[in-house]
């Protein structure tokens, strides 16, 4: 809607100045991330970029709260919508705080979509998860048990503790954990916030409190570089392997000295890339988020949309000796 009422502006201008219709305004594009600072999202950006300058009449603007908390995007969509930019493309911090500003920005034509991590149904026309849900939570489990032969204790150091992508990776991680994993033994969860210092601080407490720990599983590309870091300082390497979701330009240095064994992520130059180009496309009235809907994501590809209007993409990648060096040039 905030297309048309544009191009009508445009179009009003051109017809006052006898200028081309080339005047009509960028469409823009709010990247929405959990926190600034986080070098995955630094990674999405430059997707994003890639996608504007390929379709051509985008302003893409990153933005996010200095801290991941659903406070500090509440006041960004607000003042997003102030600005009237066409497009909020989110990674939430909470499913549901932020329905509210969402669903105004809705109400004034602005399109949203989730990514990364999502926003409910009500707050959003699409999300897009970078990958399906259950095998996350299996290949974070399978990371750890890979490398436990005997199998162990082993705790979880999460993201904040009401991220959408993470709990519900945990959730699905628990699932399996019984059939598929019977001699790996979860003791806890706890929460960094993807704040380095916090979940520093974490890591070290959940050494201090298992003594018999054998894996610390960090799905968060911030908590798993804290962690590693902690059992590289602590000299644990050998004792506990630290794995997740890890972005191979932080991590390859803990895959070199040993504190992890592999890691796993997909491309996050892609998924920015794709965020942006979907809220792109149902912008411009190009395609409609609706289930069933097969929606281009441009050079990545394609993808559906279910009954809950959220997509898939890829098969997560694992990270070891192996390939690091190589992934760790891109991304
Ligand atoms: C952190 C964020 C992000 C997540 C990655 C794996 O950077 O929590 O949402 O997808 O880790």
């Known amino acids: 809607m905030s297309i048309v009422r544009k191009l009508l502006a445009a179009a009003a201008i051109t017809a ?8 009509a305004e960028p469409v823009k594009i709010a990247l ?3 926190s600034l600072g986080n070098g995955f999202f630094d990674a999405a950006n430059k997707g994003a970029q890639e996608a504007a300058k390929e379709i051509g009449d985008v302003e893409v603007i990153y933005t996010g709260p200095t801290s991941a908390t659903a406070e500090g995007q509440i006041e960004i969509i607000n003042s997003l919508i102030a600005q009237q930019v066409d497009a909020i493309a989110i990674s939430a ?14 109400d004034r034509g602005i399109t949203v979509i989730s990514w990364d991590s999502g926003v409910a149904p009500e707050g959003r026309e699409m999300h897009l998860n970078p990958s399906d849900t259950d095998l996350i939570g299996e290949t974070i489990i399978k990371l750890a048990a890979d490398y436990l032969p005997e199998g162990g204790d082993v705790a979880i150091l999460s993201a ?5 992508n993470q709990n519900a ?4 991680a628990k699932k399996v954990l019984p059939e598929k994993f019977p001699n790996i033994n979860l003791v806890t969860v706890v929460y960094g916030d993807d704040d380095s210092v916090k979940s520093t601080n974490e890591a070290k407490g ?3 409190s298992h003594p018999n720990l054998k894996a610390i599983i960090a799905p968060t590309t911030v908590g798993v570089v804290a962690a590693a870091q902690v059992v590289t300082d602590q000299n644990l390497i050998g004792k506990i392997n630290v794995t997740g979701l890890a972005l191979p330009s932080e991590f390859k240095k803990f895959i070199d000295n040993g504190a992890s064994q592999a ?3 997909w491309n996050p130059i892609d ?4 965020a942006v180009y979907l809220a792109h496309q149902l912008a411009t009235d190009k395609a409609e988020a609706k289930p069933g809907a097969k929606l281009s994501i441009g050079r990545v590809g394609e993808v559906t949309l279910d009954e809950t209007n959220a997509a898939a993409m890829a098969a997560p990648f694992k990270f070891d000796k192996s390939n690091i060096e190589e992934f760790s040039k891109i991304y």
């Open 169 to 172: 990776w945990i959730e699905a």
């Open 93 to 106: 911090n909470d499913p549901d705080a932020l329905v509210p500003a969402l669903k105004k920005a809705m």
């Open 271 to 274: 998924l920015g890339y794709s």
């Open 263 to 265: 890691v796993a992520l």
């Open 16 to 23: 006052v100045f006898a200028a081309t219709p080339a005047m």
């Open 206 to 208: 959940l050494i201090a």
């Open 32 to 34: 929405v991330v959990k």
């Open 160 to 164: 904040s503790s009401t991220a959408t």
